[in-house]
């Protein structure tokens, strides 16, 4: 392709891309807000009419307007970032590799078959209306959801982080064949043999350098014993220049060397671009009503999850009942459906009683098309350390999902996806700890069976509380889960002398077992700048 | 070449066994010429009692003050902050400065307290002054929540005092004493459920003063919502924290015990409400603690073969304020979960490497300055000997100064630089 052709291609995206965004922000809220400021700068007395355009343009610049849209259309730049040709079908756009969107497909009705049967085995229905009285006492109760002890032994997680790795190790390319003699070009030693581009160590220092060890960090230069206070004091000083001038990327930038505490609920809320307003309040009480109204089966295995992981968890059982709060919500709510044209994966339908395959009474089902993992509350338990206020934590959590998360239980051929970040983590490991891997792998104790949990649930529950919020300030300052698969390396690398000890799968599990008192940034400082490969 | 410590015990507690064979120490009996013993706190009364007129060796250590009770025991305890506070006013310390309520500002750490029967009068005059109040009655010697009960209405002090009365032929003595407190109705939530905190704190010497803070509390949560409705005071889950208590609700959870560590509370607060409220409420809990050490130094009998840790529990209410519950003088070495073994077995380890640098053998003439190496898991919280040279070396180029005192270094506090000179 000439480079001329490219230069068009490129302008030719870049006016899809305009045209989209400009249709996603027609009818939002901060559209008529716009409008209505616009309105009232152009009523004022002293503009004239020949230079009414740059007046208003100013004005809205001066109350800072502008940077509230600039905020907006950076939003949806990030949501958004490979816009694909207008020409192009949905699927395309979804998932490009037509095996690879069969494969989500078939997981997605393995997924549904697995419900269906669990309503059938226990002859619960996917969603009732409560009665009455129900409804009123579960009003009383939402906010101690807790204490509730409903009897879930019948149900079970519809799947594990190690039922969907088992998933993944089948995939294949059908247009690479394993018999060839190329086969060294492909294969690794690891469980996933894709042929996906990922990045190597150099691209990774590049994309992290923020994170070398001559620049200061929040997570280490704030817990040295020298001068940590000054490093706070200066460190939230330029925080607090960067919060006010509300500038999404900005933030960003700010977060690359982690937040500090105090302000990390205010950065990460104007990174994300979450306000959580008037609005969003009742939006929310919206969804919390519909959760009072009808009983869903996916409720029973939000509760089933909480149970199992959060509620035995020595730093998250205390906000139990913020976690109902935050997923019974989120099962109701229809907007994180549009997060599915970004994604691989397509909600699940059913069907109205006795009308099963006509099309026209499918509904999606959850609401949300989310159909929760053993592990998925996990998502939500860290927030609780950085709002308070449930309304606020639904909204940055739904954010995330909307994001990040999602591509970490999906099937997909995206960079940030979980095959992707899983052959990351591989290929990593086995470039730069060939000697590690080999006997892991000599010995039956695959990498990936130990971490793949780790990267599913964004290392949370893994972990210590601090050192997890460090984790995910990086996954938003640099709107990637690269960070994942490249910490899961660096853990392995720490513990490589153990590691290298132990002669079976289950002793190098126990090796690997308790992460909690490990320091985030040193950890990833070593692995990423050291070795000089 | 060096001899073994000799070690004696009085409870079969695995995380104290297993420091001793860590170190390999020799077991003796309590009879024998023993160098450490970890004793009840009944054997140490013994032991220092004038009647058995035994005479500890210069190497020779043991586990508790004698008259421990002065700080541990509720009434004692209360009786001797009172004093102190009125000590540091005679005196005209900034300390013992008030608000325009008559309040002190920076002494007002216990909830308003009763003896009783002794101070009944005053207690019901007290009471009047806000007749919808909750009070919660606490026997003086007991532990664990042992005896505990709420009121709010006069009328069931009344009855208890009359129950109490007809069912015991005793005479009334200094055990059957309670202490009624003030109950503080407005906690801080978390999760909406209660919790107190459990710090530890060891003491090596009360003159002058060594005292060392555990960096690895925890705080106890109720399994129940909490409910300021005074139609569950008889419901003890929602109001008491202890693990003994909240064992037999039927919602404890065995893999965490309600246990949450004090670095999550932290963590949570930092995050929800600030730093700078977060860094008050720590300093402020342990300026508590050096005040109530401070308030016994004088009574204790400051042997100097004794070391005591002991486990302070502090409730947080909603203003963010700590108040100072009660003091235990033999904390749970019981462990509830795993995590709770690995905390207490390394609780012990600290300790025995500040009483004991090295595990070599002990001798009570030695400066108790154990190098900071030795601290472990502690920090130092107050060393009033440090602090005293470090006054005097201030004019001078002091360097050790540094590591007096890590509370006295927050410059947010000034007040205090001047205070302890």
């Given amino acids: 392709m000439s480079a001329l052709q490219g230069q068009g291609d490129q302008s030719e995206h870049l006016s899809v891309l305009i045209a989209h965004i400009v249709q996603e922000l027609r009818g939002t809220v901060l559209h008529s807000q716009l409008k209505r400021a616009a309105q009232f700068q152009a009523g004022k007395p002293n503009i004239h009419l020949s230079d009414l355009k740059k007046e208003v343009h100013s004005a809205l610049v001066e109350t800072g307007w502008e940077r509230k849209l600039r905020n907006a259309v950076y939003k949806h730049m990030v949501l958004y970032p490979q816009m694909n040709h207008p020409s192009s079908s949905g699927e395309h756009c979804k998932e490009p590799l037509s095996y690879i969107r069969k494969s989500q497909s078939n997981w997605e009705k393995r997924i549904l078959k697995s419900l269906n049967s669990m309503c059938t085995e226990l002859s619960v229905p996917l969603a009732r209306k409560r009665p009455l009285q129900e409804q009123k006492e579960l009003k009383m109760k939402w906010n101690e959801l807790g204490t509730d002890e409903p009897d879930l032994s019948a149900f079970r997680p519809v799947y594990a982080p190690k039922d969907f790795l088992d998933v993944l190790m089948t995939l294949k390319n059908p247009n690479c064949n394993s018999s060839h003699e190329n086969k060294s070009m492909v294969h690794t030693w690891g469980l996933i043999q894709m042929p996906f581009k990922i990045k190597t160590m150099k691209e990774l220092r590049d994309q992290y350098w923020e994170l070398t060890m001559t620049e200061s960090q929040t997570g280490v230069d704030d817990l040295s014993e020298i001068a940590a206070d000054v490093y706070e004091t200066e460190r939230t000083k330029l925080g607090k220049k960067v919060l006010q001038a509300g500038h999404s990327p900005l933030a960003q930038q700010f977060s690359k060397k982690g937040c500090p505490a105090t302000q990390r609920c205010d950065l990460w809320a104007q990174i994300l671009g979450v306000t959580s307003d008037d609005i969003d309040k009742l939006y929310y009480e919206q969804l919390k009503s519909y959760v009072f109204q009808h009983d869903l089966l996916v409720d029973s295995l939000i509760y089933k999850d909480i149970k199992l992981t959060a509620t035995n968890d020595d730093n998250y059982f205390v906000f139990e009942d913020y976690l109902y709060q935050a997923l019974l919500v989120f099962s109701r709510d229809t907007h994180v459906l549009k997060h599915f044209a970004n994604s691989s994966a397509t909600p699940a339908k059913s069907y109205i009683r006795g009308k099963l395959g006509m099309e026209e009474y499918a509904v999606v089902y959850p609401p949300n098309g989310v159909i929760p993992f053993h592990g998925f509350s996990m998502f939500v338990s860290p927030l609780c350390y950085v709002y308070h206020d449930p309304v606020r934590l639904y909204f940055i959590f739904r954010e995330l999902y909307m994001r990040y998360f999602f591509r970490l239980h999906n099937i997909s051929s995206h960079p940030q996806g979980i095959v992707a970040l899983s052959i990351l983590f591989e290929s990593l490991l086995q470039t730069h700890q060939p000697q590690l891997f080999y006997h892991l792998r000599e010995i039956g104790a695959q990498p990936l069976r130990i971490a793949f949990k780790w990267i599913m649930r964004a290392f949370s529950g893994f972990l210590a509380s601090d050192q997890l919020l460090l984790l995910w300030d990086r996954i938003l300052a640099y709107n990637s889960l690269e960070i994942l698969p490249v910490l899961a390396m660096a853990i392995f690398a720490f513990r490589r002398v153990n590691l290298m000890e132990v002669t079976t799968f289950s002793a190098a599990d126990a090796v690997m077992a308790d992460l909690t008192g490990l320091k985030l940034v040193p950890l990833l400082q070593v692995a990423i700048f050291s070795s000089q490969r | 070449m060096s001899q073994k410590v000799r070690w004696a015990c009085d409870l079969d507690k695995s995380v104290l066994l297993g420091n001793f064979e860590k170190r390999g120490w020799v077991q003796a009996s309590p009879d024998e010429d023993w160098n450490f013993y970890w004793s009840s706190v009944q054997t140490t009364r013994n032991i220092f009692s004038v009647e058995t007129g035994y005479r500890l060796q210069d190497d020779q250590i043991i586990n508790h003050y004698p008259n421990h009770y002065e700080l541990t025991r509720k009434d004692l305890m209360v009786k001797n902050i009172k004093r102190y506070r009125k000590d540091l006013e005679k005196e005209g310390s900034p300390l013992a400065e008030k608000d325009e309520t008559g309040k ?318």
């Avoid at chain 2, 042992?146 to 009855?159: A, H, P």
């Avoid at chain 2, 710090?199 to 129940?224: A, E, H, M, N, Q």
């Avoid at chain 2, 300026?287 to 840790?309: P, T, Y």
């Fill in chain 2, 104 to 421: 002190y500002i920076h002494l007002d750490f216990l909830p308003v307290t009763f003896l009783l029967p002794a101070d009944y009068n005053l207690f019901v005059e007290e009471f009047r002054k806000n007749p919808s109040s909750t009070w919660i009655m606490k026997p003086t010697g007991k532990a664990r929540g042992i005896g505990i009960f709420l009121i709010n209405r006069l009328s069931q002090l009344k009855k208890w005092s009359r129950d109490s009365r007809t069912s015991t032929f005793a005479a009334p003595s200094a055990k059957d004493a309670y202490v009624i407190s003030k109950y503080i109705d407005n906690p801080l939530l978390i999760g909406g459920k209660k919790f107190d905190l459990r710090l530890y704190v060891l003491v090596t010497s009360y003159r002058p003063l060594k005292c060392y803070i555990y960096k690895l509390g925890f705080c106890r949560f109720c399994t129940v919502k909490y409910t300021p409705n005074t139609t569950e005071l008889d419901n003890m889950f929602v109001h008491l924290t202890n693990v003994s208590i909240q064992k037999h609700g039927e919602e404890y959870n065995p893999n965490h015990g309600g246990k949450w560590t004090v670095h999550n509370l932290k963590i949570y607060l930092e995050g929800t409400r600030g730093k700078d409220v977060t860094d008050k409420l720590f300093d402020e809990m342990y300026w508590q603690i050096v005040h109530s050490l401070k308030a016994v130094s004088g009574v204790m009998a400051n042997d100097r073969h004794c070391f005591e840790c002991y486990g302070y529990d502090i409730i947080i209410d909603d203003n963010l304020k700590p108040w100072l519950i009660e003091v235990n003088a033999s904390p749970s070495l019981t462990s509830t979960t795993a995590n709770d073994r690995i905390m207490k077995y390394n609780l012990i380890n600290d300790i025995l490497n500040i009483v004991c640098p090295n595990g070599e053998i002990p001798d009570m003439r030695w400066n108790k300055t154990p190098p900071k190496e030795c601290y472990g898991h502690y920090d130092l919280l107050y060393d009033e000997e440090l602090a005293q040279s470090e006054v005097l070396e201030r004019d001078s180029k002091s360097r050790i100064g540094i590591a007096t005192m890590s509370l006295r270094s927050r410059d947010s506090r000034p007040r205090q630089t001047t205070t302890w000179k």
